[in-house]
T-cell receptor
C-alpha cells in the first residue's frame, strides 16, 4: 500500500512564484489535512477537509488555498510564495473508526522560497 | 477548541536510562490522544493512542503513555531507551467521534540519546 503520497519531495521557488503541492491517499479516508512544520513550532494545521467537497481553515491559512479534488486528492496552492513559507509541508489523512481517528502522513515536501 | 502543550522542547538522556516526555492537553469535550514519532528526514508515524478504557496505553518500540483526566495529561514513558529512539516526539489531540474534527499537534520534544 502506498498510503499517503506527496509530490514533489523538494522544491525551490523564487519569491512571488506560485506552485501546487499534490497529495493523494489510497486508504479511502474521508478526512485530509495539510500541515507545515517549522523548527520549534511543531506541526501547524493550514487547512483540512473533513469530507469530499468541504474544506476549512486551520491555524495558519493565510497565503494558501486548497482543493479537495475528489476523495483521494487534496492539493495545497501557494499563489505568491514568500520566504516565510519556507517550511516542510505534510499531508495527512484519517478516518473516524471505533479504533480511533489516527492520522497517516506522507513523507513531506521540503519547500524553500528565496 | 482543543490544544496541546509539550512541556519540554528537548530531553537529553543516557542510553538505557528511563525517559518521560510530558504532554498536557486542553479541551471542553472528550478527546482522542496520540503520540507520534518522527525520525530524521521522515514523516510521522503513530506510537500509541488513547481512546477510552485503561489509562495505561502500550505502543510500539516499548513506549507507553498514561492518561490522567484530572491533570489533563498524557505523558509518554519508556523504561530503558536506545540510541535508535533518537527522534522528535509529538503529542496530538482530536475530538472524540467527530468526523469534522481537526487533529492538533504540540510543538514537539526532541529526544537525544547519549551513549
Amino acid at each position: 500500500n502506498a498510503g499517503v503520497t506527496q509530490t514533489p519531495k523538494f522544491q525551490v521557488l523564487k519569491t512571488g512564484q506560485s506552485m501546487t503541492l499534490q497529495c493523494a491517499q489510497d486508504m479511502n479516508h474521508n478526512s485530509m489535512y495539510w500541515y507545515r512544520q517549522d523548527p520549534g513550532m511543531g506541526l501547524r494545521l493550514i487547512y483540512y477537509s473533513a469530507s469530499e467537497g468541504t474544506t476549512d481553515k486551520g491555524e495558519v491559512p493565510n497565503g494558501y488555498n486548497v482543493s479537495r479534488l475528489n476523495k483521494r486528492e487534496f492539493s495545497l496552492r501557494l499563489e505568491s510564495a514568500a520566504p516565510s513559507q519556507t517550511s516542510v509541508y505534510f499531508c495527512a489523512s484519517s478516518e473516524v473508526a471505533e479504533t480511533g481517528t489516527e492520522a497517516f502522513f506522507g513523507q513531506g515536501t521540503r519547500l524553500t522560497v528565496v | 477548541a482543543q490544544s496541546v502543550t509539550q512541556l519540554d522542547s528537548q530531553v537529553p538522556v543516557f542510553e538505557e536510562a528511563p525517559v518521560e516526555l510530558r504532554c498536557n492537553y486542553s479541551s471542553s469535550v472528550s478527546v482522542y490522544l496520540f503520540w507520534y514519532v518522527q525520525y530524521p528526514n521522515q514523516g510521522l508515524q503513530l506510537l500509541l493512542k488513547y481512546l477510552s478504557g485503561s489509562t495505561l496505553v502500550k505502543g510500539i518500540n516499548g513506549f507507553e503513555a498514561e492518561f490522567n483526566k484530572s491533570q489533563t495529561s498524557f505523558h509518554l514513558r519508556k523504561p530503558s531507551v536506545h540510541i535508535s529512539d533518537t527522534a522528535e516526539y509529538f503529542c496530538a489531540v482530536t475530538r472524540l467521534y467527530s468526523s469534522a474534527s481537526k487533529i492538533i499537534f504540540g510543538s514537539g520534544t526532541r529526544l537525544s540519546i547519549r551513549p
